[in-house]
């Protein structure tokens, strides 16, 4: 396989030639604008009882402490108890609904997105996965994920998540420069950073940092220093994710005077990103994503959600806007927070989500996007495309890893 002491230029050529455009963050097919919706209960049922006999769950928790002007997952500004309440109720109702399909199954992995997962209670949390084990059996692989930031995370909550079994710990820092985080209103980032820091020691806690390249106000000098910086609190891993616009977001953002870097910019930050993590001895793990060398073998599975040790063929998701997938088939929940609750309420939920029957050819690509992902391997009319510092003889080399999400771009639809 390509080494990594390829010369700066090939490399830079490479991000230029593969990263100038955005690239789709889905590890699926088809989009969802593509479903057909044809996937009626009795299919879904179906599917599940049909798959291998571990699954993941996602659980997906939408609320922040305040929104980020950046942000493009689905969230709900909300710190009251009563939404919290609310979005409990609904999220046992799902439990519920699932308990008797996955009786015969083992829960794998558990993750806890958002949102903010941490922003509920440290009660509601406990009482949340309490309910999880209680319904599902646990696998004796079983790994608990969650996802928060530095400043909605308290050692109450950590002493809660670890006995309750949750260690690994994605922690979204975007940036550490004052200056751009105030461009995303995260202005009290930096103040819970070294309470963050002395708790990571104390607990020694293995956590995933995630960046995002692209915001206002970054410049190369500024955002490398971050992740110096970032580098020295020992991480496993380092995820830079180009900046992504929705487009419900473009009038706000003129609002706002909000202004990203241009698309060469992004490029070359990211470039610089991974030239100064190469030579610091992490390694492309997939996705824009890198590892430290504390870490080398552990994350052998990649999801939507991120890395764990090993991955099911099903995983549902509840809660607004989840996405549920299994080899035949594709779901997603309303993610409008109170009409999800309605639906809950009225048990019309599965009837009011988009979905689709995977076809053939979507099994297929998933089939490839999955191999590409999981063990570097892209069959050879696809390889042929590429430039041989990516791919070689179906094995995507290690600078491939770099640019994977531009190689699975690249399959056939
Ligand atoms: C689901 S978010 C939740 C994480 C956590 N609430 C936080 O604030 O970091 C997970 C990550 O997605 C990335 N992300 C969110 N919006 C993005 C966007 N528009 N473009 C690129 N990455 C984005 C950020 O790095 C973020 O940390
Ligand atoms: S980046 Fe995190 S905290 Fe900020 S709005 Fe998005 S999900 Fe919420």
């Known amino acids: ?6 010369n700066n230029d090939t490399l830079k050529h490479l991000f230029q030639k593969f990263r100038s455009s955005s690239s789709s963050r889905y590890l699926f097919q088809p989009s969802i604008s593509k479903w057909n919706n044809d996937l009626n209960e009795s299919d879904y ?9 571990t699954f993941d769950l996602y659980i997906h928790i939408p609320f922040c402490s305040n929104f980020c002007t950046f942000c493009g997952c689905n969230i709900k500004t909300s710190t009251q108890e009563k939404d919290h309440k609310n979005l409990l109720e609904a999220l046992f109702y799902e439990i519920s ?3 008797k399909l996955l009786k015969n199954k083992k829960l794998l992995n558990l993750y806890l997105g958002g949102g903010t997962p941490s922003l509920l209670s440290t009660d509601m949390m406990k009482s949340l996965l309490n309910e999880v084990y209680s319904s599902y059996n646990l696998s004796a692989n079983f790994e608990g994920h969650i996802e928060t930031t530095p400043y909605n995370l308290n050692e109450s909550y950590i002493t809660i998540l670890k006995e309750m079994n949750i260690i690994n710990i ?9 200056s751009v985080l105030n461009r995303i209103n995260r202005t009290k980032q930096s103040e819970s950073l070294n309470k963050f820091l002395e708790l990571k020691k104390k607990y020694n806690l293995k956590i995933q940092i995630e960046l995002v390249a692209g915001l206002p106000n970054q410049t190369e000098n500024s955002f490398i220093k ?3 910086e970032i580098v020295s609190w020992d991480v496993e891993t380092i995820t830079i994710y180009p900046l992504a616009i929705k487009d419900n977001l473009s009038k706000l953002h003129s609002d706002l005077g909000f202004i990203p870097l241009n698309s060469d910019e992004k490029v070359n930050l990211m470039f610089k990103s991974a ?6 001895n992490f390694k492309p793990l997939g996705f ?3 590892r430290s060398s504390n870490s080398i073998g552990k994350y052998k599975a990649r999801s939507t959600f991120g890395f764990s040790t090993s991955k099911s063929d099903l995983l549902i998701g509840i809660g607004p806007s989840a996405i549920s997938i299994g080899k035949k088939f594709i779901k997603r929940n309303e993610n409008i927070y109170e009409k999800y609750l309605y639906l809950c309420r009225q048990n019309n939920l599965f009837n009011q989500s988009f979905k689709h029957k995977m076809t053939e050819k979507n099994i297929l690509i998933n089939n490839k996007i999955d191999s590409a992902i999981q063990r570097n391997e892209i069959d050879i009319e696809t390889s042929s495309k590429f430039d ?23 399959l056939p639809r």
């Open 45 to 53: 049922e179906n599917h599940i009882s049909e798959s291998s006999d």
């Open 226 to 228: 971050s992740l110096d």
């Open 1 to 6: 396989m390509k080494d990594l002491d390829i």
């Open 97 to 99: 609904i699932h308990k």
């Open 288 to 290: 824009d994503c890198y």
């Open 275 to 280: 030239q100064s993590l190469l030579k610091k």
């Open 388 to 410: 041989s510092n990516l791919v070689e003889n179906g094995q995507i080399t290690n600078y491939g890893r770099l640019f994977l999400s531009s190689i699975l771009d690249k």
């Open 170 to 178: 994605k922690i979204g820092i975007q940036d550490l420069n004052q």
